[in-house]
């Protein structure tokens, strides 16, 4: 299905922090219904974009509209129609599943009734439906992992911001979310997805977006980033494109240290 509405629209983005510029003109529009691989090194400044998108953080240059409307005038409504999966998860650990759960999904505006209900059974489709009232600080760290996915979707949102969404998850569990992630985007939902996992983005993605030093380096479909560079994987490609070739190098001075002593 080709869908040419522009969902997220994103002019001339600037950000600094104290004399550091972390995103340096950044011009992206986003249609509804893609799933965004949104890649970088380390610091390149894809989580203070998404921080921005997500109207976390002010101070920027330039102009970012979701649903066509630009977020400064408009920073209430838009967010009911969001969901975020942070790269670190910070849940009340506290908390019963039960107590969270339904304490975010009434943040978003839906009864008690509804997303007590709704919860439990996301957490059945995810099989950790048993803890439903244990408190979350027993939980691993996958079982955490899926109380975080749940909180970002129970409100049902239009754009899905994913951090690492499949950190700490087994491989059952991720062939489960990738499914999931892909069923999302079935149903006209937009899904900007954040990872260093370059073989799931390079599957998943209907655009990948590479980010360096606050540049946009690539941008395109993994076919079209292919041609406009080499053959390779995108784990290939994205160390060409970051200018990362000296592992070999590194990794030998490494080991050299350890054998020192
Ligand atoms: N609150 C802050 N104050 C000062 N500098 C910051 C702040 N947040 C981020 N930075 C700097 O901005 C740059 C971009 O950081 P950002 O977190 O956006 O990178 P990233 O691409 O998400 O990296 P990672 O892959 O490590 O999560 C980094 O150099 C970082 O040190």
Same mark, same amino acid.
């Given at each position: 299905?080709?869908?040419?509405?522009?969902?997220?629209?994103?002019?001339?983005?600037?950000?600094?922090?104290g004399s550091k510029q972390v995103l340096k003109n950044i011009n992206l529009d986003?249609?509804?219904?893609?799933?965004? +691989?949104?890649?970088?090194?380390?610091?390149?400044?894809?989580?203070?974009?998404?921080?921005?998108?997500? +109207?976390?953080?002010?101070?920027?240059?330039g102009e970012v509209k979701i649903f066509g409307r630009d977020i400064r005038e408009?920073?209430?409504?838009?967010?009911?129609?969001?969901?975020?999966?942070?790269?670190?998860? =910070? %849940?009340?650990?506290?908390?019963?599943?039960?107590?969270?759960? #339904?304490?975010?999904?009434?943040?978003?505006?839906?009864?008690? =009734?509804?997303?007590?209900?709704?919860?439990?059974? !996301?957490?059945?489709? !995810?099989?950790?439906?048993?803890?439903?009232? $244990?408190?979350?600080? $027993?939980? $691993?760290? +996958?079982?955490?992992q899926k109380i975080a996915i749940i909180s970002a979707v129970i409100h049902n949102?239009?754009?899905?911001?994913?951090?690492?969404? !499949?950190?700490?998850?087994?491989?059952?569990? %991720?062939?489960?979310?990738?499914?999931?992630?892909?069923?999302?985007?079935?149903?006209?939902?937009?899904? /900007?997805?954040?990872?260093?996992?370059?073989?799931?983005?390079? =599957?998943?993605?209907?655009?990948?977006?590479?980010?360096?030093? +606050?540049?946009?380096?690539?941008?395109?479909?993994?076919?079209?980033?292919?041609?406009?560079?080499?053959?390779?994987? !995108?784990?290939?490609?994205?160390?060409?494109? #970051?200018? /990362?070739?000296?592992?070999?190098?590194?990794?030998?001075? /490494?080991?050299?240290?350890?054998?020192?002593?």
């Amino acid at each position: 299905m080709i869908n040419n509405e522009k969902i997220i629209e994103i002019k001339n983005l600037n950000m600094s922090y104290g004399s550091k510029q972390v995103l340096k003109n950044i011009n992206l529009d986003i249609n509804r219904g893609n799933i965004i +691989g949104y890649i970088g090194p380390n610091g390149a400044g894809k989580s203070t974009t998404i921080k921005i998108l997500l +109207g976390l953080i002010g101070g920027y240059g330039g102009e970012v509209k979701i649903f066509g409307r630009d977020i400064r005038e408009d920073d209430f409504e838009y967010k009911n129609k969001i969901g975020y999966v942070p790269e670190i998860v =910070k %849940v009340y650990e506290s908390l019963t599943a039960q107590e969270y759960l #339904t304490f975010i999904g009434q943040l978003y505006g839906l009864e008690y =009734k509804i997303c007590d209900e709704k919860a439990k059974r !996301l957490m059945k489709v !995810l099989g950790i439906e048993d803890s439903y009232e $244990s408190r979350i600080s $027993s939980f $691993s760290k +996958g079982m955490k992992q899926k109380i975080a996915i749940i909180s970002a979707v129970i409100h049902n949102p239009d754009i899905l911001f994913l951090d690492e969404p !499949l950190s700490g998850l087994d491989a059952n569990s %991720v062939l489960l979310i990738k499914e999931i992630i892909n069923k999302l985007k079935e149903n006209g939902k937009t899904i /900007f997805y954040s990872s260093h996992i370059m073989e799931v983005v390079e =599957k998943i993605s209907d655009r990948i977006i590479v980010l360096n030093d +606050g540049n946009i380096v690539a941008d395109g479909n993994f076919e079209e980033i292919r041609k406009s560079s080499f053959d390779g994987s !995108l784990e290939e490609i994205f160390n060409e494109l #970051t200018g /990362f070739a000296e592992h070999s190098e590194l990794s030998n001075e /490494f080991i050299n240290i350890l054998n020192e002593v």
